[in-house]
């Protein structure tokens, strides 16, 4: 018995390696979306078989999915063999985690659309609650969805909203409370009292925050940075960059830094507040440097991830209201100039896709590290998804 059971492990193992190597080949030749269950490798025939050895093994998960996809039918069985695919690839504990919600008594289930939602400014895909109260994801146009980079990205989101609300049931979101802490490595501008040099000092201090203040953090951060770099002359850009007159001191420098950063990017009515400035005589370098900030960040922070993960796009919009990055609209964020959504929830349903997509650490090589540019929230993220997992 004992030697059926290794020899089951062993097989499910080589069928995961050939899944692994699979994904690679296809992140390389840039056609993941395309290549993903039609390449030679791990194509449908190789899945529809990893699936029946691992249902064998785990004939509990099987029963739970065949609960979570009650709400759909058979026109979608290729959608649903591949979904269970890329979640039966996933970390054990994901994976346990993603069945015991399935499983429970009026547990989360799924229903799939052929086409996008028709209502007014319709979701392509959420999650919510049904009329009974059950927690569902609604899913629509599934044949596009199917085709995204990567495919089904939409679904492991939307679970990622899932196991946040059913985490603390009843109580809403927690990502929307959940404090970590942490040493967090704090940049300042920072003045010469004496010759007036401009710098940036970083403070290491330890620190208790919310999820959407880690965030603003990492962008500000960002931002400061950026400034830095072109005022130093380290990225090129095509504007005129009056920024970097002689007329313009250190302390000038300093001030138009600070200026631009807490009073422009970091406030939901920043171009509203630059437009104002038309005609003042100071106007002009901080026009240069606030659109030369946007151009450098929109060009490297957020192009070179392949449009594979783009949760900091959104997180980067989400706190300066879309002026820089953005992926949900300012209403979502903003009414008016009032924050009316925190970026928490969607920076863990974000994250959830990117711990249960593509990330293993084989992929290092295809990939560039989105969160590279927000490392205090993906630390705590890491820390909210252990306790979700736990939970």
């Known amino acids: 018995m004992r030697k059926n059971i290794q020899d089951l492990d062993n097989q499910l193992a080589t069928y995961k390696a050939v ?13 993941l979306s395309k290549r993903m269950f039609l390449a030679t490798e791990f194509n449908m025939q190789t ?8 249902e064998t093994k785990y004939p509990e998960r099987k029963q739970s999915f065949l609960k979570f996809f009650r709400g759909t039918n058979n026109m979608f069985f290729e959608h649903m063999a591949k ?9 054990e504990k994901v994976i346990a985690k993603m069945t015991e919600w399935m499983n429970k008594r009026n547990g989360i289930y799924i229903q799939f659309f052929p086409h996008a939602n028709p209502a007014p400014h319709g979701a392509s895909a959420y999650f919510g609650r049904d009329f009974w109260g059950r927690p569902r994801i609604m899913y629509y146009d599934i044949e596009r969805k199917g085709q995204l980079n990567p495919p089904y990205k939409t679904f492991f989101h939307e679970f990622g909203h899932a196991l946040d609300f059913l985490t603390v049931r009843g109580r809403g979101f927690l990502s929307d409370c959940f404090q970590h802490t942490m040493e967090v490595e704090d940049k300042q501008l920072c003045m010469d009292q004496l010759a007036y040099p401009i710098g940036m000092q970083k403070i290491k201090k330890m620190e ?4 959407h203040e880690w965030a603003e953090l990492d962008v500000q951060n960002a931002i400061i940075q ?3 770099d072109l005022l130093q002359e380290k990225i090129s850009v095509s504007s005129c960059k009056r920024y970097l007159s002689p007329a313009m001191t250190p302390l000038k420098k300093y001030h138009m830094i600070n200026f631009v950063t807490h009073h422009l990017f970091l406030k939901p009515d920043g171009c509203r507040r630059l437009a104002s400035l038309s005609g003042k005589p100071y106007f002009k370098p901080i026009s240069d440097l606030y659109h030369d900030v946007a151009e450098v960040m929109n060009k490297t ?5 392949k449009n594979i993960i783009v949760l900091p796009r959104d997180l980067f919009g989400g706190i300066t209201n879309n002026q820089l990055g953005g992926g949900h609209s300012s209403e979502y964020w903003f009414k008016g100039n009032r924050r009316i959504s925190q970026v928490s929830r969607e920076a863990f349903a974000g994250y959830f896709e990117y ?4 990330t293993d650490p084989v992929f290092q090589d295809c990939l560039i590290n989105p969160y590279q540019c927000m490392p205090n929230t993906a630390a705590a993220l890491d820390a909210l998804f252990n306790v979700i997992l736990k939970g």
């Open 355 to 358: 711990k249960t997509t593509i």
């Open 47 to 54: 899945l529809y078989a990893f699936i029946d050895l691992y």
């Open 301 to 305: 922070i957020f192009a070179s991830h």
């Open 208 to 211: 208790t925050k919310t999820i």
């Open 19 to 31: 899944y692994t190597n699979s994904i690679m080949a296809c992140l390389k030749s840039g056609d």
């Open 83 to 91: 979904i269970k695919c890329m979640s039966y690839m996933l970390d």
């Open 226 to 228: 950026t400034c830095m």
